[in-house]
């Protein structure tokens, strides 16, 4: 078990190019998250995936992005056209439904995004 | 929607003393709470949760919480400090009819040797 990955660690990309971010996630785990964080806040939540389901999305997920986890295993986070303003650190983190590790999430070191 | 106040933006402690990091939180029913830490350029890690039960909950690393319903209120606590404790410490409250996690913005802890 080798935790939450994720890649790139660090993206640097000029506004309106469009960026792609993956999430591996703890093999066990059934659920995952996508939360963004930005300097001196704590996490957002984006969207959360059971399965290969999309369940929940915050209004935070604006059109421009988009993300999947096609087989239930890894996920992808798309970001389209960016702006200045999608610059922040993408956070993924894989939970168990049930049992003493439901509701704990394990979370990977993050993507940061940087646009110029 | 739930929320989190973590209302100090960073705390000193001297190396030694007992260490509180302060939480409110504000969620309609019965909470679920956390308590996560980060280190630089590492990911969040699990410190330790309250979801029903004993409303003093102990963690990881020599840590422990306790539920306030009255005050709504979930506070970190450590006995005595290291200066391996120094870190970004989030609270973090869940609505158990939902999936989403509401952080609060964190708070810097110093531990000075």
């Known amino acids: 078990d080798t935790g939450v990955s994720q890649n790139p660690r660090h993206k640097i990309t000029k506004r309106g190019q469009n960026v792609t971010f993956r999430c591996d996630p703890i093999s066990e785990h059934n659920r995952l998250y996508w939360y963004r964080q930005t300097l001196g806040q704590g996490p957002e939540f984006l969207t959360y995936f059971q399965n290969e389901a999309q369940l929940e999305k915050s209004r935070l997920l604006s059109d421009r992005f988009s993300a999947e986890r096609p087989k239930g295993s890894f996920s992808t986070l798309e970001i389209q056209r960016t702006e200045q303003g999608d610059s922040a650190m993408y956070l993924c983190a894989s939970s168990f439904r049930g049992g003493f590790g439901a509701n704990v999430l394990t979370f990977g070191a993050g993507s940061r995004l940087t646009v110029l | 929607a739930q929320s989190v106040a973590q209302p100090e933006d960073q705390v000193n402690v001297a190396e030694g003393n007992p260490l509180t990091v302060k939480c409110t939180y504000s969620?309609?029913?019965?909470?679920?709470l956390f308590w996560y830490v980060q280190y630089p350029n590492r990911g969040l890690q699990f410190l330790l949760k309250?979801?029903?039960?004993?409303?003093l909950v102990k963690g990881s690393y020599g840590f422990e919480a306790e539920f306030n319903k009255s005050q709504t209120s979930f506070h970190l606590k450590k006995p005595s400090a290291l200066v391996s404790d120094s870190a970004l410490y989030f609270c973090?409250?869940?609505?158990?009819?939902?999936?989403?996690?509401?952080f609060g913005k964190g708070n810097q802890v110093v531990v000075i040797p």
């Open positions: 309250y979801i029903t039960g004993d409303n």
């Open positions: 969620v309609s029913g019965n909470p679920y």
């Open positions: 973090a409250v869940r609505d158990p009819r939902g999936n989403r996690l509401a």
